[in-house]
Nanobody
Framework: QVQLVESGGGLVQAGGSLRLSCAASGRTFSNYGMGWFRQAPGKEREFVSRISWSGSLTYYVESVKGRFTISRDNAKNTVYLQMNSLKPEDTAGYYC?????????????????????WGQGTQVTVSS
């Protein structure tokens, strides 16, 4: 059974940084692409970033490009989201997601239905 557990959220002032972690278990982590989504109160869940199974491809929503960096450590079965220069509009619950198919470079990487497994989320609050 695949499990994803996020950590690293918290309260930070605008301009600050946080690093989110998502620890995966239940299968061979290195074979699967991973993504991050976020959901602010009253808004739909939106794509934030994705890293391919090989780690060679990364994708970002336009609003976080140049500020957020996704990475993975296959030895630790963990994917990270380094968030710098945080803004109040980054305030949201952040969710880790994992592909259902191994070695997939899905065309739907920025859609919720492109992923089969989800974590419970970690809250990020950025104060102005």
């Amino acid at each position: 059974q695949v499990q994803l557990v996020e950590s690293g959220g918290g309260l930070v002032q605008a301009g600050g940084s946080l690093r989110l972690s998502c620890a995966a278990s239940g299968r061979t982590f290195s074979n699967y692409g991973m993504g991050w989504f976020r959901q602010a109160p009253g808004k739909e869940r939106e794509f934030v970033s994705r890293i391919s199974w090989s780690g060679s491809l990364t994708y970002y929503v336009e609003s976080v490009k140049g500020r957020f960096t996704i990475s993975r450590d296959n030895a630790k079965n963990t994917v990270y989201l380094q968030m710098n220069s945080l803004k109040p509009e980054d305030t949201a619950g952040y969710y880790c997601a994992a592909d259902g198919t191994a070695y997939s470079d899905t065309d739907y990487y920025n859609r919720e239905y492109g992923y089969s497994y989800w974590g419970q989320g970690t809250q990020v609050t950025v104060s102005s």
